[in-house]
Structure formats: structure tokens, C-alpha cells
């Protein structure tokens, strides 16, 4: 019997070294907009994403890198991360004056690079009004809705931060995996080792 548990052990330890492996050497995942081509536009629509109503204006498309994105003929320093925007104001003041629910500006992942989007969180604003209910998205989309809302500074600096989640990395996912894994080998482990002293310990006379 304590020769089955011990070649049991070894080939479970076996596995779990092999799952770390796995992931180790596995590639990087893509998280989000580093390297990939983000289009930015402004729009008036029922709701997003749907087609424009009123204005439009598409500010064009960029690789997203360090520093500032330069977006042409928009009013804001657009500076994306990998998994956040930051929006400020250096060129206007008025208000998004609509009769729509929906006015501001949509970053869309043009060639369906980036991993799915699955939320998005306000981290900051210096705007009157504006709440995490302004902030919505899609898979490929992210939409800032600033429907009515003042832009009031004039260059001083008004902005919105965003936050942006993904569906987790295929990496951070085999990381898991390998967790239970382990968890489970040390599980049988310990039942083993109970198994082992239940059968050695004499029964009593």
C-alpha cells in the first residue's frame, strides 16, 4: 500500500511540474490597447453604438503607445494605456447640448485586436454631473457620453479617467488551472498519508 501512494505522489508531482511549465513558458497574452489601432470619434446617437443622429466628427486612428495619442481636431489630450483613458480638456467651453441620450466620444478597437472588454470603472473626473453611468461599452467599444454635461475650464484641465477591464489572459487563466491542480495533489496527499497510518497502526487487542 505505501508503495501505490508513493508512486501516486510522484506522478502527481509529476503533473503539477508539468503544468508549471506549461505555463511558464507559455506567451504573453494581449491585455488590452497597448500596440493595437483605437479610432476615436465623437457622436449623437439614441444610444450607443448606434448610427449618428446629429453631429459626427471621427478624429481618426492610432497606435496606442507612450505619451499622448495624437488624435487630430479634437479638443482633448487623449492619453491611452493599456487598460485605461484619460481624456483632458485644453480647447474648449460649452456643454454637450442635446436632445439625444447620447453625446461624446467612442474609442473602438478597429482590426478586433484587443481581448474582449468586459467592464469599464470611472476612476476620476473634474466634470459637473458626470457619473460612472456616463461610461458604457460593448466588446470592441468604449463610449464616454457627455450628453448635457458643462465643459466649463476652458484649457484649464477638465478631464475624465477611465478604467478598462478584459476577459482574463489565457495566461492568468492556466495559472488557475494549475492551482487546482495543486490544491487537489495536496488534497489526495494528505487523504494518502491519513490511509497509510489507518492501515500501519496495530489494531487493538
Known amino acids: 500500500m505505501k508503495l501505490d501512494n508513493k508512486i501516486y505522489l510522484q506522478k502527481a508531482h509529476l503533473l503539477c511540474a508539468c503544468a508549471a511549465v506549461l505555463v511558464l513558458g507559455a506567451p504573453p497574452a494581449q491585455a488590452g490597447f497597448n500596440g493595437q489601432t483605437i479610432q476615436m470619434t465623437e457622436y449623437e446617437a439614441a444610444t450607443p453604438p448606434g448610427p449618428p443622429t446629429g453631429s ?3 478624429f481618426g486612428n492610432q497606435v496606442v503607445g507612450p505619451g499622448l495619442e495624437p488624435y487630430i481636431e479634437t479638443g482633448w489630450s487623449v492619453d491611452i494605456s493599456d487598460t485605461e483613458i484619460l481624456l483632458t480638456d485644453h480647447a474648449f467651453t460649452f456643454a454637450f ?3 439625444f441620450p447620447y453625446f461624446g466620444d467612442t474609442f473602438f478597437d478597429v482590426f478586433s485586436t484587443v481581448d474582449t472588454i468586459t467592464g469599464v470603472t470611472l476612476l476620476g473626473t473634474s466634470i459637473p454631473g458626470m457619473t460612472a453611468s456616463n461610461v458604457t461599452f460593448d466588446a470592441d467599444h468604449v463610449y464616454l ?3 448635457n454635461l458643462p465643459i466649463t475650464t476652458n484649457g484649464a484641465g477638465d478631464f475624465v ?3 478598462v477591464q478584459f476577459v482574463p489572459e489565457p495566461a492568468s487563466a492556466s495559472l ?5 491542480i495543486a490544491v487537489a495533489g495536496l ?3 494528505r487523504s494518502l498519508r491519513r490511509q497509510g497510518l489507518a492501515i500501519d497502526k496495530p489494531a487493538n487487542s
Open 161 to 163: 479617467h477611465v478604467g
Open 187 to 189: 488534497a489526495r496527499k
Open 176 to 180: 488557475a488551472a494549475f492551482g487546482a
Open 56 to 58: 459626427f466628427e471621427d
Open 145 to 147: 457620453n457627455f450628453a
Open 97 to 99: 447640448a442635446t436632445s
